[in-house]
């Protein structure tokens, strides 16, 4: 298989996930990748999830908080269209009363 596929090959091993340390993660990172300009440790990489996770959470609550004005325009504008609805009717109940 590896003379088929030559400098492309790659190994999988079968470790299990409860094997893996993040201190392998990062040395399987250190093997696959170029990292010469980065400090990789778990602590770096832990502080990186970290932020991640803190600007994932900022964009579904802003989200979250742009769906909710939205959906309180809508409601306003629904409240004000049957308000103007209501005030036609009574307007013309008015004036067919007054004939």
Known sequence: MAKLIGDRSFVLSNMAASEMTP???VERVKRSC???DF???VVTMKS???EEQKAIAGYW???EE???KEDEAKRQLDENESASQMEKLATRGR???GQ
Do not use: P, Y
């Open 23 to 25: 201190e392998m993660v």
């Open 34 to 36: 170029d990292v010469k």
């Open 39 to 41: 400090d990789v440790t």
């Open 48 to 50: 990186g999830h970290d």
């Open 61 to 63: 609550a802003q989200f």
């Open 66 to 68: 742009e769906k909710k």
């Open 95 to 97: 004036s067919i009363v």
